[in-house]
């Protein structure tokens, strides 16, 4: 079983910074971030591989977004930066055992989510 807690959400002006965490418990996985706005589908936005030396992004935030691990203290974070008001959504971290998967059905483990606000 794995357990998976995000932090970092907030209020945020367009052109600002986030950075998200995601904590871990249990082993470790390939990772991926999701957003979804309301009354939109669950969405991807960035993938890691296990090791850290593979990611995907989705269009969408590619160039402005990066995400990064570190397995010694077995967390995973998305640094946003260039925010728009379009990025305005809950932000989920998931795991899986399908390398950069971009799906939210190949994830097997999902955090709570943290809110993530952009004002224009």
């Known amino acids: 079983q794995v357990q998976l807690v995000e932090s970092g959400g907030g209020l945020v002006q367009a052109g600002g910074s986030l950075r998200l965490s995601c904590a871990a418990s249990?082993?470790?996985?390939?990772m991926g971030w999701f957003r979804q706005a309301p009354v939109k589908e669950r969405e991807f936005v960035a993938a890691i591989s296990w090791s850290g030396g593979g990611t995907r992004y989705a269009d969408s935030v590619k160039g402005r977004f990066i995400i990064s691990r570190d397995n010694a203290k077995n967390t995973v974070y998305l640094q946003m930066n260039s925010l728009e008001p379009g990025d305005t959504a809950v932000y989920y971290c998931?795991?899986?055992?399908?390398?950069?998967?971009?799906?939210?059905?190949?994830?097997?483990?999902w955090g709570q989510g943290t809110q993530v606000t952009v004002s224009s």
């Open positions: 249990g082993r470790a996985f390939a």
């Open positions: 998931a795991a899986t055992r399908v390398l950069l998967a971009t799906i939210p059905s190949a994830y097997d483990y």
